[in-house]
């Protein structure tokens, strides 16, 4: 349905949503960007990693979280969070 609007929508196997669209002067997010929370944050590092794409990892910054910053194929940043438990 987006599509025909010039956008998407993502659903991982988790039940997150993420709907994108897109405006005719884009230039990708430096710093702004979407936080998604992942269970599996390690498996999910190390498969961005065997695709090719960057992963940096940030878990210093925020007490009782870890997360990594990663990008799209557009050069989007994205950040994916897991929060300690603990």
Do not use: Q
């Amino acid at each position: 349905m987006l599509a025909v609007r010039g956008g998407c929508w993502f659903v991982d196997a988790y039940g997150s949503e993420l709907h994108l669209g897109v405006e005719d002067d884009f230039r990708p997010a430096r710093k702004a960007h979407p936080a998604l929370l992942r269970p599996d944050l390690d498996d999910l590092a190390t498969r961005l990693t065997a695709a090719g794409y960057p992963v940096t990892w940030g878990n210093d910054e925020v007490p009782g979280i870890r997360r990594f910053h990663t990008e799209d194929p557009h050069a989007n940043r994205l950040e994916f969070v897991l929060v300690d438990p603990s």
